[in-house]
């Protein structure tokens, strides 16, 4: 399985960008999947994940309100709609899949070691 993620860029602060994942497996409209981000010098954090069903949908505190995640299983694809941006959301995003549909609890979907695969980072940069 191979996820390819995109849309990144230079945005103005209160802009909006919309990434994408691409999955070169069918298999993966039935997985679990997940967007995490790596500011410099910073550690990997979670920002959104939803069930393969897309009945459960988990948020950062920090992206609430703001990003929202969501995919289209016919198309394999995962996106992340990104409003409101600000400056310390600058940050490389990469996207990941778990071999499951769903999560046991909240905690396990933020969980970067529950994920089996993972796509290149799309960069992100948002100018104040």
């Known amino acids: 399985v191979q996820l390819q993620a995109s849309g990144g860029g230079l945005v103005q602060a209160g802009g909006s960008l919309r990434l994408s994942c691409a999955a070169s497996?069918?298999?993966?409209?039935?997985?679990?999947m997940g967007w995490f981000r790596q500011a410099p010098g910073k550690e990997r954090e979670f920002v959104a994940a939803?069930?393969?069903?897309?009945?459960?949908?988990y948020y950062a505190d920090s992206v609430k309100g703001r990003f929202t995640i969501s995919r289209d299983n016919v198309k394999r694809t995962l996106f992340l709609q990104m409003n409101s941006l600000k400056p310390e959301d600058t940050a490389a995003y990469y996207c990941?899949?778990?071999?499951?549909?769903?999560?046991?609890?909240?905690?396990?979907?933020?969980?970067?070691?529950?994920?089996?695969?993972w796509g290149q980072g799309t960069l992100v940069t948002v100018s104040s």
């Open positions: 497996d069918r298999i993966v409209s039935f997985y679990g």
């Open positions: 990941a899949a778990v071999r499951r549909g769903y999560w046991s609890n909240d905690y396990e979907a933020t969980r970067q070691s529950e994920y089996n695969y």
């Open positions: 939803i069930t393969w069903t897309a009945s459960k949908i």
